[in-house]
T-cell receptor, first 114, second 115 residues
Framework: GAVVSQHPSWVICKSGTSVKIECRSL??????MFWYRQFPKQSLMLMAT?????????EQGVEKDKFLINHASLTLSTLTVTSAHPEDSSFYIC??????????FGNGTRLTVT | GDSVTQMEGPVTLSEEAFLTINCTYT??????LFWYVQYPGEGLQLLLK?????DKGSNKGFEATYRKETTSFHLEKGSVQVSDSAVYFC??????????????FGQGTRLTINP
């Protein structure tokens, strides 16, 4: 079964609203979580790396005020897309790793902004 | 910068055909190399990996050899099955913050196997 749960699996929101995506590790403590974005027919682009209890490290070109990442516990990280616009429509994927566990991926969230 | 380029899809084969999906990389230093597979409706799963030159990763009949001289990590399988239909991602990893491995992915190759 899935060891990383990502929710929701899809969401549609109106332009200007904010959307929160959750990533949970189900049976291990995720000391590090990664957030990726995937455009159609393109590769997964790393957006940010988060470690529990500290601020996320964003990749170059990713707006930290637009994509808020919170890794408040060892089993939960959230990505909030603030003031979403149609160009934010994409497939967002999280992955999680513990000190003694390999990297596991969530099933992804498809965001559509209308 | 560091990057991964893989064969464009989609790739459609008949059952029991031989499969090759090409993957080449550009990286500073000596990355580890991976193939991930994404079955319909599921998350990415690690298929195989190799951590140094000339290593061969293998799993479920798939193989890939880390070729430093050609900076390649091509995925092969001798006889594919319908259940192998999925999207395959080649990736490399680099050391990241606090030792966490950051992955750089190729664009993915959609494979469809017809019975």
């Amino acid at each position: 079964g899935a060891v990383v749960s990502q929710h929701p699996s899809w969401v549609i929101c109106k332009s200007g609203t904010s959307v929160k995506i959750e990533c949970r590790s189900l049976d291990f403590q995720a000391t590090t979580m990664f957030w990726y974005r995937q455009f159609p027919k393109q590769s997964l682009m790393l957006m940010a790396t988060s470690n529990e209890g500290s601020k996320a490290t964003y990749e170059q070109g990713v707006e930290k005020d637009k994509f808020l990442i919170n890794h408040a516990s060892l089993t939960l990280s959230t990505l909030t897309v603030t003031s979403a616009h149609p160009e934010d429509s994409s497939f967002y994927i999280c992955s999680a790793k513990g000190d003694n566990s390999p990297l596991h991926f969530g099933n992804g969230t498809r965001l559509t902004v209308t | 910068g560091d990057s991964v380029t893989q064969m464009e899809g989609p790739v459609t084969l008949s059952e029991e055909a031989f499969l090759t999906i090409n993957c080449t990389y550009t990286a500073t230093g000596y990355p580890s190399l991976f193939w991930y597979v994404q079955y319909p409706g599921e998350g990415l799963q690690l298929l195989l990996k190799a951590t140094k030159a000339d290593d061969k990763g293998s799993n479920k009949g798939f193989e890939a050899t880390y070729r430093k001289e050609t900076t390649s990590f091509h995925l092969e399988k001798g006889s594919v099955q319908v259940s192998d239909s999925a999207v395959y991602f080649c990736a490399l990893s680099l050391p990241g913050i606090q030792g966490a491995q950051k992955l750089v992915f190729g664009q993915g190759t959609r494979l469809t196997i017809n019975p």
